[in-house]
């Protein structure tokens, strides 16, 4: 097991309930639509961020972090959206109190996970969070 597993990932995976999944798709064939079910089927709960939808699975969207409703907490954001558009989610991340930030499969920016890293935030990029969670699924 690497340093990152132990330090970061497990105890995002073992502790982190409630994930704010930002850029997720209403259609079921896209990856951002294929982690959250899964994520969701295995325990967790998933906050939808996207502008101008209703419902994605099951869960009322939002547009951004800034509209959660008071009282409602994110523990991990989860970040399907180009590597540029990421440092402005970092620093929503942070407002919101959120515990982790999460870059999935493909998408590195260096200055937002400087910048989540530094506010206490258990802060991953480049791995998919599904594939992770099975990964590791036998230590959790």
Same mark, same amino acid.
Not at 54 to 81: H, M, N, Q, W
Not at 90 to 101: D, L, N, P, S, W
Not at 108 to 118: R, S
């Given at each position: 097991?690497?340093?990152?597993?132990?330090?970061?990932?497990?105890?995002?995976?073992?502790?982190?309930?409630?994930?704010?999944?930002?850029?997720?798709?209403?259609?079921?064939?896209?990856?951002?639509?294929?982690?959250?079910?899964?994520?969701?089927?295995?325990?967790?709960?998933?906050?939808?961020?996207?502008?101008?939808?209703?419902?994605?699975?099951?869960?009322?969207?939002?547009?951004?972090? *800034?509209? %959660?409703?008071?009282?409602?907490?994110?523990? +991990?954001?989860?970040?399907? $959206? &180009?590597?540029?558009?990421?440092?402005?989610?970092?620093?929503?991340?942070?407002?919101?109190?959120?515990?982790?930030?999460?870059?999935?499969?493909?998408?590195?920016?260096?200055?937002?996970?400087?910048?989540?890293?530094? *506010?206490? %935030?258990?802060?991953?990029?480049?791995?998919? +969070?599904?594939?992770?969670? $099975? &990964?590791?699924?036998?230590?959790?």
């Amino acid at each position: 097991m690497t340093s990152i597993d132990q330090d970061i990932i497990l105890p995002i995976l073992k502790n982190f309930k409630t994930i704010a999944v930002i850029g997720l798709s209403p259609k079921p064939d896209r990856a951002s639509h294929r982690v959250a079910a899964y994520m969701q089927k295995v325990g967790y709960r998933i906050i939808p961020i996207r502008p101008g939808s209703g419902k994605i699975l099951g869960e009322t969207c939002y547009a951004s972090l *800034a509209d %959660l409703p008071e009282g409602l907490k994110v523990d +991990l954001v989860d970040v399907f $959206r &180009r590597a540029e558009e990421t440092p402005p989610i970092a620093h929503e991340a942070i407002a919101a109190k959120a515990r982790g930030f999460w870059l999935q499969s493909g998408i590195i920016n260096d200055e937002a996970l400087a910048l989540t890293t530094k *506010a206490g %935030l258990l802060s991953v990029q480049d791995r998919c +969070l599904m594939v992770e969670h $099975r &990964r590791l699924a036998h230590m959790l």
